[in-house]
């Protein structure tokens, strides 16, 4: 886990709480990324999917990219699956363990 990442939740890893760990490292991801894009206007699913779109960068919407665009396919797999995966995340982990009930 990336430090800035760990540094948010190891006290509450630590001591076996593990779903608010989980749940916070991806609060922590979200303000990072919104630090990082300058966006504080789009948070979570959509900030990430966004971010790794394969569309050029926009005025306020700036892109993270995996690497330079050399026109291949495993350029544009990789960045859609980025933003796939971000928004996998959020949707199927965040997203419930902010508003569903759990026992740890």
Same mark, same amino acid.
């Given at each position: 886990? $990336? !430090?800035?990442?760990?540094?948010?939740?190891?006290?509450?890893?630590? +001591?076996? $709480?593990?779903? &608010?760990?989980?749940?916070?490292?991806?609060?922590?991801?979200?303000? &990072? +990324? &919104?630090?990082? *894009?300058?966006?504080?206007? *789009?948070? %979570?699913?959509?900030? *990430?999917?966004?971010?790794?779109?394969?569309? !050029? !960068? %926009?005025?306020?919407?700036? =892109?993270?990219?995996?690497?330079?665009?050399?026109? +291949?396919?495993?350029?544009?797999? =990789? $960045? %859609?699956? @980025?933003?796939?995966? @971000? =928004?996998?995340?959020?949707? @199927?982990? =965040?997203?419930?363990? @902010? $508003?569903?009930?759990?026992?740890?």
């Amino acid at each position: 886990m $990336h !430090p800035w990442v760990w540094g948010s939740v190891q006290g509450l890893w630590g +001591s076996g $709480h593990y779903r &608010q760990a989980v749940g916070m490292a991806a609060v922590a991801v979200n303000a &990072q +990324s &919104q630090a990082k *894009l300058g966006r504080k206007d *789009l948070s %979570e699913s959509k900030l *990430l999917g966004e971010a790794f779109s394969i569309k !050029p !960068p %926009e005025a306020g919407k700036p =892109r993270l990219r995996l690497g330079p665009n050399d026109g +291949s396919d495993t350029w544009r797999s =990789r $960045h %859609e699956g @980025a933003g796939a995966f @971000a =928004r996998g995340v959020y949707s @199927a982990i =965040r997203t419930p363990i @902010a $508003h569903e009930q759990g026992t740890s």
